[in-house]
């Protein structure tokens, strides 16, 4: 059995910086045993989608995903992103293997229901598939996954980077002794949006709820705050979000507590 796996998320600030990913990913290829990396790639996509003519539609921070924005993010997720990084670890040395959900049936997710807002081709996680994972891993392979899933009916489905890291996690928690990190331009999450030097270093739920309600902890730091709790809960034994240079030593950004 495999005892520890470490899971970094980067978003698409990191990976569409060429400078900022090299830094990165030279970090990343230094982390001692297994790992795996989840990227996202918003800021490409939303980019040649303007050089496509194709109108980016957001809700509340979220893509709208139409016909025609999964297509756009399917090429620009699973391919020109997903491949840049392979490429780049591969002349580091590591055997990395790029992925989306639907690779080996990693990731499968359902299209998410329309309640209020219709999201289109938008994947809610239902399950991973842990021994898919764990077989490349023990084979020394670093998979690099892509925000994409599946449905099993043949459709891909744009899905949260920060929710399909925190879905990895949780599934090999239960063979595997789990950190999570989440990797960002801040030093971690901070008490005032406007001081970089305000990192709170170790939050609780409780607390977690406290700064929710004095507005403190707003806009996009909820849901991905919400999914490191879950991830918690769920048996992942470390999980931190921080500066992407701090990707070797977590501590220094911000602990979540059980």
């Known amino acids: 059995m495999m005892q520890k796996v470490t899971i970094i998320k980067v978003g698409g600030a990191v990976v569409e910086s060429p400078d900022t990913l090299n830094d990165f990913l030279n970090d990343f290829v ?4 297994a790992k795996i990396l989840v990227h996202g ?75 209020h807002i219709d999201y289109g081709f938008v994947g809610d996680v239902d399950a991973v598939n842990q021994k898919a994972i764990l077989q490349l891993l023990t ?15 043949g459709n891909l489905l744009n899905t949260n980077a920060d929710t399909i890291a925190a879905s990895l996690a949780t599934a090999l928690a239960k063979q595997c002794e789990v950190t999570l990190y989440y990797g960002f331009e801040k030093d971690g999450v901070l008490l005032d949006a406007n001081d970089d030097h305000s990192v709170i270093h170790a939050i609780t739920p ?20 919400t999914n490191c709790f879950d991830a918690i809960a769920k048996g992942v ?22």
């Open 30 to 33: 230094k982390l001692e045993g």
């Open 41 to 115: 790639g918003g800021r490409s996509a939303t980019a040649m989608a303007e050089r496509l003519q194709i109108e980016t539609k957001m809700v509340e921070g979220r893509r709208v995903t139409d016909q025609n924005m999964l297509e756009i993010v399917t090429m620009v997720y699973g391919g020109l992103v997903n491949k840049n990084i392979v490429a780049k670890l591969q002349s580091k040395g590591l055997n990395a293997l790029g992925l989306t959900g639907a690779d080996m049936n990693i990731i499968q997710a359902h299209k998410r229901e329309v309640k």
């Open 139 to 153: 084979q020394d392979v670093t998979p690099i996954v892509a925000p994409l899933t599946h449905d099993k009916q």
């Open 206 to 225: 409780k607390e977690f709820d406290a700064l929710k309600e004095q507005g403190a902890i707003h806009s996009g730091m909820i849901p991905k705050l």
């Open 237 to 258: 034994k470390s999980v931190y979000i921080g500066h992407i240079s701090n990707i070797n030593c977590p501590q220094k950004g911000t602990n979540l507590c059980g």
